[in-house]
């Protein structure tokens, strides 16, 4: 029998129908349960539907894989024993029809368990937070948001319940029957007692609906004790999220204000802190502020190598001597490799220094220049690579180095380079070769 992958898109799909299907009830149930309206007309087929849709969705977990430590079970037995363990009860119980199977009873007047036995379809509900938590784990919006979102659908719910509580404490009615309207206005008996749980659990609490007998008396004093507490967590709470929605912008732009703040301190000249700012703009601009070097650099290797090499791949794309390499040589050089940013006309090195990383151009340009800067022997744009003479002939740098514009590049240290070269013949005649070339172009530029 073909089996249901719990990852797959069929089960997606249906995840969502349920979902609905749970949602919709759970807010008609209570209002069935309190306003104790008839099932008839449109509601006998959305009865229906609901109830087939939550048979179904029993005989799809019957069907779906279930995972044991990450390993897919695909023993039907194995996965029915597991599931009539688990939420099969809650996922049966809340599939029976009761008004349907009782409508005879129901109309003959005793249909107060009837309307108890209802609360069943409410325990789906306990699957809800599960399912959601699923959804968002595969979605990619911010879950900033998402967590927003769950606290606002929440907070609904909760006021729903409670609003049908408030009614069904009252007998049937939102507030005292003596009033100035009919019992059996049940949208507007529904809306005040919305209102009723508005104020309460904001803690305003006009006082002009008041309980009328003991029950809902007492009922009032647990949710305004309720409300003030859950105010508290409810308005903290969205503080919280939203400065969480952007924790990079919000990280980035506390950093921004503590250089600007010391700089203005230190009196750093105005050029300079002009430059810093542009330096922080393009770092926000080409990388959100984050350092991916700091971030990777705390994971397994495993894991660090393989988001390496996902990070790093428009870049091993570029340049030309990783295309054909083998697997092993661009694993050695990514693993190693850190992205550094140089602002325009800023000297990476220059002629004469020691020399203890090559580097490879990922976005930008550089210039390759004479000692002062003056003479331009070369322009090296995004795929290429220098520094590697000096590293290659233990000699100091052969010419001086200048970012164009901004310029990102990753820089390979002298031991890293060194391994490679010993462990990758092909990669050290590369080299050689095209060192051999640089410096015979050098020489025939300054002649
Ligand atoms: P290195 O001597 O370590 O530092 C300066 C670098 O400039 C050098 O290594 C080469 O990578 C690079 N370079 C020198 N001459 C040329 C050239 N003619 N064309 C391109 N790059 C060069």
Same mark, same amino acid.
């Given at each position: 029998?073909?089996?249901?992958?719990?990852?797959?898109?069929?089960?997606?799909?249906?995840?969502?129908?349920?979902?609905?299907?749970?949602?919709?009830?759970?807010?008609?149930?209570?209002?069935?349960?309190?306003?104790?309206?008839?099932?008839?007309?449109?509601?006998?087929?959305?009865?229906?539907?609901?109830?087939?849709?939550?048979?179904?969705?029993?005989?799809?977990?019957?069907?779906?894989?279930?995972?044991?430590?990450?390993?897919?079970?695909?023993?039907?037995?194995?996965?029915?024993?597991?599931?009539?363990?688990?939420?099969?009860?809650?996922?049966?119980?809340?599939?029976?029809?009761?008004?349907?199977?009782?409508?005879?009873?129901?109309?003959?007047?005793?249909?107060?368990?009837?309307?108890?036995?209802?609360?069943?379809?409410?325990?789906?509900?306990?699957?809800?937070?599960?399912?959601?938590?699923?959804?968002?784990?595969?979605?990619?919006?911010?879950?900033?948001?998402?967590?927003?979102?769950?606290?606002?659908?929440?907070?609904?719910?909760?006021?729903?319940?409670?609003?049908?509580?408030?009614?069904?404490?009252?007998?049937?009615?939102?507030?005292?029957?003596?009033?100035?309207?009919?019992?059996?206005?049940?949208?507007?008996?529904?809306?005040?007692?919305?209102?009723?749980?508005?104020?309460?659990?904001?803690?305003? &609490? $006009?006082?002009?609906?008041?309980? !009328? %007998?003991?029950?809902? =008396?007492?009922?009032?004093?647990? *949710?305004? /004790?309720?409300?003030?507490?859950?105010?508290?967590?409810?308005?903290?709470?969205?503080?919280?999220?939203?400065?969480?929605?952007?924790?990079?912008?919000?990280?980035?732009?506390?950093?921004?204000?503590?250089?600007?703040?010391?700089?203005?301190?230190?009196?750093?000249?105005?050029?300079?802190?002009?430059?810093?700012?542009?330096?922080?703009?393009?770092?926000?601009?080409?990388?959100? &502020? $984050?350092?991916?070097?700091?971030? !990777? %650099?705390?994971?397994? =290797?495993?894991?660090?190598?393989? *988001?390496? /090499?996902?990070?790093?791949?428009?870049?091993?794309?570029?340049?030309?001597?990783?295309?054909?390499?083998?697997?092993?040589?661009?694993?050695?050089?990514?693993?190693?490799?850190?992205?550094?940013?140089?602002?325009?006309?800023?000297?990476?090195?220059?002629?004469?220094?020691?020399?203890?990383?090559?580097?490879?151009?990922?976005?930008?340009?550089?210039?390759?220049?004479?000692?002062? &800067?003056?003479?331009?022997?070369?322009?090296?744009?995004?795929?290429?690579?220098?520094?590697?003479?000096?590293?290659? /002939?233990?000699?100091?740098?052969?010419?001086?180095?200048?970012?164009?514009?901004?310029?990102?590049?990753?820089?390979?240290?002298?031991?890293?380079?060194?391994?490679?070269?010993?462990?990758?013949?092909?990669?050290?005649?590369?080299?050689?070769?095209?060192?051999?070339?640089?410096?015979?172009?050098?020489?025939?530029?300054?002649?």
């Amino acid at each position: 029998m073909a089996l249901i992958h719990p990852d797959g898109k069929f089960r997606q799909r249906w995840d969502f129908v349920v979902i609905v299907a749970t949602v919709v009830s759970s807010v008609e149930i209570p209002l069935r349960i309190t306003l104790n309206y008839p099932l008839k007309g449109w509601l006998v087929p959305y009865d229906y539907v609901v109830t087939l849709i939550f048979l179904a969705d029993v005989v799809v977990n019957f069907l779906t894989q279930q995972y044991d430590k990450k390993k897919l079970i695909s023993d039907p037995k194995v996965i029915a024993g597991r599931y009539l363990r688990g939420w099969f009860v809650v996922d049966f119980l809340s599939a029976v029809p009761f008004d349907l199977l009782f409508s005879g009873v129901a109309a003959a007047g005793s249909n107060r368990i009837l309307r108890l036995l209802r609360i069943t379809r409410l325990l789906r509900l306990t699957r809800l937070a599960a399912f959601l938590s699923k959804w968002g784990r595969g979605s990619s919006i911010n879950p900033a948001i998402l967590r927003m979102f769950y606290l606002v659908f929440w907070i609904l719910m909760t006021s729903h319940f409670v609003a049908c509580l408030w009614i069904y404490f009252g007998s049937g009615n939102a507030v005292n029957t003596n009033t100035d309207y009919a019992p059996t206005d049940n949208l507007r008996n529904y809306v005040r007692a919305l209102y009723w749980v508005t104020t309460t659990l904001t803690t305003i &609490g $006009y006082g002009d609906i008041t309980p !009328v %007998n003991n029950r809902q =008396t007492v009922f009032t004093m647990i *949710i305004q /004790l309720m409300g003030a507490g859950m105010y508290g967590f409810v308005i903290g709470n969205i503080a919280n999220l939203i400065a969480n929605i952007d924790i990079a912008k919000s990280q980035f732009r506390e950093r921004m204000e503590k250089i600007e703040t010391f700089m203005r301190y230190k009196a750093v000249p105005p050029e300079t802190q002009d430059r810093v700012r542009e330096y922080y703009n393009y770092l926000w601009e080409s990388r959100r &502020g $984050y350092d991916e070097f700091s971030i !990777v %650099n705390d994971f397994p =290797t495993p894991l660090r190598t393989e *988001i390496l /090499l996902f990070l790093n791949r428009s870049m091993i794309e570029k340049v030309p001597i990783f295309k054909g390499a083998t697997p092993d040589f661009v694993r050695e050089i990514v693993l190693n490799l850190k992205p550094v940013v140089f602002s325009p006309s800023e000297f990476v090195f220059r002629k004469g220094d020691i020399g203890y990383n090559m580097y490879f151009i990922s976005r930008g340009g550089v210039e390759v220049t004479s000692e002062d &800067g003056k003479t331009i022997y070369a322009t090296l744009r995004e795929g290429n690579f220098f520094g590697e003479i000096a590293l290659l /002939l233990s000699m100091p740098r052969t010419a001086s180095i200048r970012a164009i514009e901004f310029t990102d590049l990753y820089e390979l240290d002298k031991d890293t380079f060194d391994r490679v070269l010993g462990r990758f013949p092909d990669f050290e005649k590369h080299m050689r070769e095209l060192a051999r070339q640089r410096q015979e172009e050098m020489q025939k530029d300054k002649k």
